[in-house]
T-cell receptor, first 114, second 116 residues
Framework: AQSVTQPDIHITVSEGASLELRCNYS??????LFWYVQSPGQGLQLLLK??????LVQGIKGFEAEFKRSQSSFNLRKPSVHWSDAAEYFC????????????FGGGTRLMVKP | DAGVIQSPRHEVTEMGQEVTLRCKPI?????LFWYRQTMMRGLELLIY????????DSGMPEDRFSAKMPNASFSTLKIQPSEPRDSAVYFC??????????????FGEGSRLTVL
């Protein structure tokens, strides 16, 4: 069965600092990987996704993520965080062997210090 | 497109009352999902439909929960009778699997349910 682990429940960074949110997955074949962001009181919005090709994926709002098969990871990065990036971030895995199901990680709550 | 539309955004009810949550998926999407989000359990998949047919309801917590999709543009999630432990944010999401094999989900803004 597929699974996703986000080891960090909370992360605090200073505005302007770089950010990396960790995601490790378990999946029996080439996965489809997603990062979603949830602002307070809102639904989840897709930041980026990987399903094939270049392992470095660019997303919206200046985010990027890198698929590393050897490490079963799909970490999310941003070079300079803005106060508006404070939100909860969810990593998810799916794929051809998963039917039509995405499995979500537990989320990482990002706080940004001024 | 207006996106996935859920109603009500907020619902406060008393234990034992019936609650009905509504969802309008994005037009043309062939899959619809109901999720529940709580602090303790995170995001849980309750049930999903393909072309209006329920495919997997193994996540529905108990018989008090039921979901229907009478047509491609409307779904309901009903709780009867409601209990305080049902308090959560319920999300509806839709997907166009036929046209996008990656399975990207589009979420509504959620319905926050409080059962007193």
């Amino acid at each position: 069965a597929q699974s996703v682990t986000q080891p960090d429940i909370h992360i605090t960074v200073s505005e302007g600092a770089s950010l990396e949110l960790r995601c490790n997955y378990s999946y029996g074949a080439t996965p489809y990987l997603f990062w979603y962001v949830q602002s307070p009181g809102q639904g989840l919005q897709l930041l980026l996704k990987y399903f094939s090709g270049d392992t470095l994926v660019q997303g919206i709002k200046g985010f990027e993520a890198e698929f590393k098969r050897s490490q079963s990871s799909f970490n999310l990065r941003k070079p300079s965080v803005h106060w508006s990036d404070a939100a909860e971030y969810f990593c998810a895995v799916g794929g051809p062997n998963a039917g039509n199901m995405l499995t979500f990680g537990g989320g990482t709550r990002l706080m940004v210090k001024p | 497109d207006a996106g996935v539309i859920q109603s009500p955004r907020h619902e406060v009810t008393e234990m034992g009352q019936e609650v009905t949550l509504r969802c309008k998926p994005i037009s043309g999407h062939d899959y619809l999902f109901w999720y529940r989000q709580t602090m303790m359990r995170g995001l849980e998949l309750l049930i999903y439909f393909n072309n209006n047919v329920p495919i997997d309801d193994s996540g529905m917590p108990e018989d008090r929960f039921s979901a229907k999709m009478p047509n491609a543009s409307f779904s309901t999630l009903k709780i009867q009778p409601s209990e305080p432990r049902d308090s959560a944010v319920y999300f509806c999401a839709s997907m166009w699997r036929t046209g996008d094999a990656t399975g990207e989900l589009f979420f509504g803004e959620g319905s926050r349910l409080t059962v007193l």
